[in-house]
């Protein structure tokens, strides 16, 4: 079976910095889209970051030139660097991932269980 084991969470100051990593696991076929989404309480599940295969990128307006996603693709790993922390970035924060376990397998989404980020002010 398939599994996605975040790190990386933690507390930091605003204005401070946080690497998240995810890395998948399991008999995998094939990979496509990764990416990061953060829950936060009373609110919904929101997409933060996405990227490829072929590494293309997308993000959320809220997060655009403070964070990062990369993928090593060796390591079925996907990273989220994130920098210029502020509050409202305070979040657990989701891996996921498009995987599929054959070539005629169906692509499913799977997730984490999530990492808990906390942005102090």
């Known amino acids: 079976q398939v599994q996605l084991v975040e790190s990386g969470g933690g507390l930091v100051q605003a204005g401070g910095s946080l690497r998240l990593s995810c890395a998948a696991s399991?008999?995998?076929?094939?990979?496509?889209?990764m990416g990061w989404h953060r829950q936060a309480p009373g609110k919904q599940r929101e997409l933060v970051a996405a990227i490829s295969s072929g590494t293309q990128s997308s993000y959320a307006d809220s997060v655009k030139g403070r964070f990062t996603i990369s993928r090593d693709n060796a390591k079925n790993t996907v990273y989220l660097q994130m920098n210029s922390l502020e509050p409202e970035d305070t979040a657990v924060y989701y891996c996921n991932a498009m995987i599929r376990l054959s070539v005629t397998s169906r692509w499913i989404n799977y997730w984490g269980q999530g990492t808990q980020v906390t942005v102090s002010s």
């Open positions: 399991g008999s995998i076929f094939s990979i496509n889209v």
